[in-house]
């Protein structure tokens, strides 16, 4: 469900929104913006839904033991 929001900001800056992001366009480019900083994500399940990908999984175990194999022979 969407909630209509009222703000106010200054002339300068709504012209550039209207003028780079386009009309209409503005309330989704607003809301792509501040939602990472309001909306916090149930990361246990994120977790839990990324584990079950195997090709992630082995391509990310590559990885750390390519790294930690790349650490053992730097000097010190």
Known sequence: MQKKL???IDEEVYEGLYKTIGP???SKFIEELVRPHVVRPNLELAYAQM??????????????????Q???HEKR
């Open 51 to 68: 584990s079950k990908d195997k090709k992630r999984e082995k391509d990310a175990l590559d990885w750390a033991e390519t790294t930690f």
């Open 70 to 72: 790349d650490i053992a």
């Open 24 to 26: 209409r366009k503005i």
């Open 6 to 8: 009222t703000i106010t």
